[in-house]
């Protein structure tokens, strides 16, 4: 009984930390300077924030095999397409070279 009393007390104060932390963030975040010109902030609020897009290393790391023998293209390529045959990577995992055979709808594209 006694080790349940100690798991509810340690329980709460957990709790009451957790929330004062959300707290001191809330009020951190709503205390910021305000900008020096009003035309700075109406530019930056106003624009919308642009996700990082991925690169080829980044995607094919979740891929079997690195991705070696999948075809992958990018989102403005219309019908153009890389078959992966070959991946060097660097050090950090996301970045090296890459080689593959280029697809055009679906085929095998001669130049």
Request: aromatic share 12%; hydrophobic share 40%; glycine share 8%.
């Amino acid at each position: 009984m006694a080790i349940l009393a100690n798991r509810a007390a340690m329980e709460r104060t957990f709790g009451l930390l957790k929330n004062s932390f959300n707290l001191i963030r809330s009020f951190s975040a709503s205390t910021a300077t305000p900008p020096t010109s009003s035309t700075s902030a109406t530019a930056t609020s106003k624009k919308p924030k642009r996700k990082k897009k991925k690169n080829l290393f980044e995607v094919v790391q979740f891929l079997p095999n690195w991705g070696i023998g999948y075809q992958l293209a990018k989102t403005h390529w219309v019908g153009l397409s890389y078959q992966i045959t070959k991946i060097n990577l660097y050090k950090d995992g996301r970045h090296g070279k890459a080689w593959g055979i280029v697809h055009k709808d679906g085929k095998l594209f001669a130049y």
